[in-house]
Nanobody
């Protein structure tokens, strides 16, 4: 079984920074794209940023220049550095990964349990 475990959420003041981490654990798998999504109360889950296995990135229109996604393939870990945080960034942030398990024909998506980010003074 493959699991994604997130960490790094919390309460931060407007203008502050947080760094989220998400590590994939398990055995006999390879990771394609990884990414971060978020869901604010009463809203649909939305894309924040994605990164391919060779490092190509994609960001939502609301975050370029403030958020940076990166990954460490040796550690099966993806990061989201969030700077200049705004109250509207408040949401539960979910890690996502497209993973191919050994013996499977097709990759599938996995999700983390979510980590709360609250931006408030």
């Amino acid at each position: 079984q493959v699991q994604l475990v997130e960490s790094g959420g919390g309460l931060v003041q407007p203008g502050g920074s947080l760094r989220l981490s998400c590590a994939a654990s398990g055995s006999s798998f390879s990771i394609n794209a990884m990414g971060w999504y978020r869901q604010a109360p009463g809203k649909q889950r939305e894309l924040v940023a994605t990164i391919t296995s060779d490092g190509r990135t994609n960001y939502a229109d609301s975050v370029p220049g403030r958020f940076t996604i990166s990954r460490d393939n040796a550690k099966n870990t993806v990061y989201l550095q969030m700077n200049s945080l705004k109250p509207e960034d408040t949401a539960v942030y979910y890690c996502n990964a497209v993973i191919l398990r050994m013996g499977s024909l097709f990759p599938r998506e996995y999700w983390g349990q979510g980590t709360q980010v609250t931006v408030s003074s």
